[in-house]
């Protein structure tokens, strides 16, 4: 069982509270603790081998599942979304990382990534891997979703408004299952598209919740010049680092909508810091490639 850090909320302004989840693991971070919390208790009651998963080069949940398996001894598989990233590991943060921790890397084309829902592909993946507990990309599943259900406790009670950032929506659909009735959710994307909404609606029966898609800056690792620098101001007046895919795109929208009226300065406002830290230093090389102010 993964040990869980203590955490209180910290308060940024008179409105405005960060429940800093990225402080829960030392190195299991924000809410991929949660996600794993369910499945690695599942994992170890059943006869697995070891942990077959999937994401991108850069993927949080990568980075977290092979954090997981170096601290439980026992091995982890990362299917990795493309191949032209399989001779450059030692140039990318989160894939040195994941391999340091242990994790065999394997790298698919983008064509049979998009395949992984497919039956015939996850024959392949059985017959390859056998006896592999094989948890979803980004860690989304019912397991993942009762884990981040434990996001938000009592003492939340007294906010109005609960925010965070969204990317396969497993995390945001446990803090609406567990929120309180007078409660509003809102879940920034992080990528273009409608199809999240239909996503979540698998998990949650509640309404009181929406989806924010106006601060994905152009799309999934899309990041502009104002997104920097808004990650950097908050960084030098709060001491919190925030990521350029998830948490910054959240806290930049939370910013903008109470500037703008659109949530009232009357309302107390809980935003969910999830980690993913570790983006940033794949980011600052993207952005340095393009001679871009850096993350600080």
Known sequence: MLKLNSIENIQLTSQIFLKPEYKIHDTVS???FRKLKYNLERFQSGDFEGILTFGGAYSNHISATAAAGKAFGFPTIGIIRGLE?????????TLLYARKCGMNLDFVTRQDY????????????????PN??????????ELAIKGCEEILDYQDKIFDIVCCSV????TLSGIINSSFPHQKIIGFTALKGTFLKQDICKFVKRSNWELCQDYHMGGYAKVNLELIKFINEFKLEFNIALDPIYTGKMMYGVFDLISKGVISD?????VIHTGGQQGIEGMNQYLKSNNLNLII
């Not at 592999?132 to 860690?139: R, S, T, V």
């Open 30 to 32: 924000g809410n991929k």
């Open 85 to 93: 990233v399989s001779n450059k590991i030692e140039l990318n943060p």
């Open 114 to 129: 998009r395949n992984r829902h497919d039956d015939f592909f996850n024959l392949y993946l059985r017959d390859k891997y």
């Open 132 to 141: 592999y507990y094989i948890i979803p990309e980004g860690g989304t599943n």
């Open 167 to 170: 990317g396969t929506g497993g």
């Open 266 to 270: 009357k309302d107390k406002v809980l």
